[in-house]
């Protein structure tokens, strides 16, 4: 079945440095790519997204990249903050089916 | 304006109790999705409803499991005869449905089985 493997699963950084998430996913009808960035307790919120027409997508201090040919995509965080400290969440999705498929969580951790 | 709600934000049960849980999405939201985020996991995909219709009920685990949006809006999910291993908070999603694919998730309900 479909399949999104994310990894690392835990990253602890100093603030100042970047950070980079790597997903990879099965299926290749999947189109939509979200990020969402999960805080203790709270909801997902979408950070960024990219769909399969375009190869890198950048929001300020948040890029994502993707490659279709490879099946992988990948979130770069630069100059990271404290607030970043979340949890980040890839997902592989296909419209027409909507049906998302989530990795299983980056556990990020900016040390001040 | 308001976001995505959902009810109750806890819920204890004790195994072999049906639960409902209900989810108020963003108004005007086509698009409907119930997710179960275990512990430490990625939400998992449950079920899809487009206005009324439920499109895709591929991820509920058994048929315990039933979902309902009968008017397209408000959804409710419903477990029946809970089980320890359904203990996880359910995430509800909505979607305007056009050519935004962005999921507007709500706090979720977290069910506690003992």
């Known amino acids: 079945g479909e399949n999104v493997e994310q990894h690392p699963s835990t990253l602890s950084v100093q603030e100042g440095d970047s950070a980079v998430i790597k997903c990879t996913y099965s299926?290749?009808?999947?189109?939509?790519f979200p990020w969402y960035k999960q805080e203790l307790g709270k909801r997902p919120q979408l950070i960024i997204d990219?769909?399969?027409?375009?190869g890198e997508k950048k929001d300020q201090r948040i890029a994502v990249t993707l490659n279709k040919t490879a099946k992988h995509f990948s979130l770069h965080i630069t100059e990271t903050q404290p607030e970043d400290s979340a949890v980040y969440f890839c997902?592989?999705?296909?419209?027409?089916?909507?049906?998302?498929?989530f990795g299983a969580g980056t556990r990020l951790f900016v040390k001040a | 304006g308001a976001g995505v709600s959902q009810s109750p934000r806890y819920k204890v049960a004790k195994r072999g109790q049906d639960v409902a849980l209900r989810c108020d999405p963003i108004?005007?939201?086509?698009?409907l999705f119930w997710y179960q985020q275990a512990l430490g996991q990625g939400p998992e995909f449950l079920t899809y409803?487009?206005?009324?219709?439920?499109?895709?009920k591929s991820g509920l685990p058994s048929d315990r499991f039933f979902a309902e949006r009968p008017e397209g809006s408000v959804s409710t999910l419903k477990i029946q005869r809970t089980q320890q291993e359904d203990s996880a908070v359910y995430l509800c999603?909505?979607?305007?449905?056009?050519?935004?694919?962005?999921?507007?998730f709500g706090p979720g309900t977290r069910l506690t089985v003992t």
């Open positions: 108004s005007g939201h086509v698009s």
């Open positions: 409803f487009q206005n009324e219709a439920q499109l895709d």
């Open positions: 990219i769909r399969s027409n375009v």
């Open positions: 997902a592989a999705g296909s419209f027409g089916g909507f049906k998302t498929i």
């Open positions: 999603a909505s979607s305007p449905g056009d050519s935004s694919y962005e999921q507007y």
């Open positions: 299926d290749s009808a999947s189109n939509y």
